[in-house]
């Protein structure tokens, strides 16, 4: 794949998880991304920042609401289920281990996730604006 059709922020090779920013749970996902990829495999970028927003677009998603994680690998998009199981595939053991899940037919696994996600703020709760990365963890965000 050329750079040209690379999604915008996106260099060749890069993995990106798109979070929601404000979802308590998200944001738990994220700092425990950071501490289970060691080999820092995964950019990072809320669907609030520039850069999400930019990469929502690209792929044709809403821009302002949005109520899955994504993951983009060169060009591809997964989102739900597909997108955590592929994300956990790359972890270290014992995570990777949980893409068994993978046995479960996908629309049980959309399922479960959807109702998780659509209820997110209401079970985890929400910050009122988007956390800032530690200065330590910026380098593992999307940047302009």
């Given at each position: 794949?050329?750079?040209?059709?690379?999604?915008?922020?996106?260099?060749?090779?890069?993995?990106?998880?798109?979070?929601?920013?404000?979802?308590?749970?998200?944001?738990?996902w994220v700092k425990f991304?950071?501490?289970?990829?060691?080999?820092?495999?995964?950019?990072?970028?809320?669907?609030?920042?520039?850069?999400?927003?930019?990469?929502?677009?690209?792929?044709?998603?809403?821009?302002?609401?949005?109520?899955?994680?994504?993951?983009i690998e060169g060009g591809?998009?997964?989102?739900?289920?597909?997108?955590?199981?592929?994300?956990?595939?790359?972890?270290?053991?014992?995570?990777?281990?949980?893409?068994?899940?993978?046995l479960i037919p996908r629309?049980?696994?959309?399922?479960?996730?959807?109702?998780?996600?659509?209820?997110?703020?209401?079970?985890?709760?929400?910050?009122?604006?988007?956390?800032?990365?530690?200065?330590?963890?910026?380098?593992?965000?999307?940047?302009?």
């Open positions: 794949m050329t750079d040209a059709k690379l999604p915008p922020f996106i260099q060749p090779g890069e993995r990106v998880v798109l979070f929601d920013g404000v979802c308590k749970l998200c944001n738990g991304l950071i501490a289970h990829d060691p080999a820092q495999r995964f950019r990072l970028a809320s669907v609030q920042s520039v850069q999400g927003q930019a990469l929502l677009a690209w792929f044709g998603l809403p821009t302002e609401q949005f109520e899955t994680m994504a993951y591809e998009l997964l989102v739900r289920s597909d997108a955590l199981l592929h994300i956990l595939a790359q972890l270290p053991r014992p995570w990777r281990f949980l893409t068994l899940l993978r629309p049980v696994r959309d399922w479960c996730y959807d109702r998780i996600a659509l209820n997110r703020y209401r079970l985890f709760g929400r910050h009122e604006r988007c956390l800032l990365p530690n200065a330590d963890h910026t380098r593992r965000f999307l940047q302009d």
